[in-house]
């Protein structure tokens, strides 16, 4: 069945340093793949998305690429801010939807 | 402006009452569903629909019971029969369930006492 692999947190880096939280998936088919991003007592909000291979998604300096070889949909940023301290959900679609475990990353000044 | 509403926010129950869980969108989107999220956990599926009038268990339905009688609104009661339903639960919606992203409310944490 589906499912989604999400790197285990937490995650603490200092300001402007690089992002990466791994992501890989297992599906049948061609789903689309998702980042949402979710800050203390809110509900998930989209961070970016991808729909077939090889897209990157894009956005508030976040970036993902779409990898069917490796089936994976790595989250980056090259310059972290306190700002971007949240919980990062990898999500797969479909007939519904499958995410990850989430990681938490905190960015200290 | 468009978007999911969950009310209330926060909700406080005794044990062993049944309580109910609003979830309205506006979006005209035709797919909606409810996740359990406890802490430092993931997203738990318990129930999603399609379509107004049809519904599908997701991997933790027991406990809990939907309806979907109009496409807007798509309530969640939370049963005595929930053996721990303490967390946080939160709706979403997507134009359809085919591989297009969801919208999520802000949330509701029930808290059981």
């Known amino acids: 069945g589906n499912s989604v692999t999400q790197m285990e947190g937490p995650v603490t880096l200092s300001e402007e340093a690089f992002l990466t939280i791994n992501c890989t998936y297992t599906a049948t088919g061609y789903p689309s793949l998702f980042w949402y991003v979710q800050y203390p007592g809110e509900g998930l909000q989209l961070l970016l998305k991808a729909t077939k291979a090889d897209d990157k998604g894009s956005n508030k300096g976040f970036e993902a690429t779409y990898r069917k070889e490796t089936t994976s949909f790595h989250l980056e940023k090259g310059s972290v801010q306190v700002s971007d301290s949240a919980v990062y959900f990898c999500?797969?679609?479909?007939?519904?939807?499958?995410f990850g475990t989430g990681t938490s990353l905190t960015v200290i000044p | 402006d468009g978007g999911i509403t969950q009310s209330p926010k926060y909700l406080f129950r005794k044990e062993g009452q049944n309580v109910t869980l609003s979830c309205e969108q506006n979006?005209?989107?035709?797919?909606m569903y409810w996740y359990r999220q406890d802490p430092g956990q993931g997203l738990r599926l318990i129930y999603y629909?399609?379509?107004?009038?049809?519904?599908q268990k997701g991997d933790i339905a027991e406990g809990y019971s939907v309806s979907r009688e109009k496409k807007e609104s798509f309530p969640l009661t939370v049963t005595s029969a929930q053996k721990n339903p303490t967390a946080f639960y939160l709706c979403?919606?997507?134009?359809?369930?085919?591989?297009?992203?969801?919208?999520f409310g802000q949330g509701t944490r029930l808290t059981v006492v």
């Open positions: 979006l005209n989107h035709d797919a």
């Open positions: 979403a919606s997507s134009i359809s369930a085919k591989n297009t992203e969801a919208f």
């Open positions: 999500a797969l679609g479909g007939n519904q939807f499958y």
């Open positions: 629909s399609q379509i107004v009038n049809d519904f």
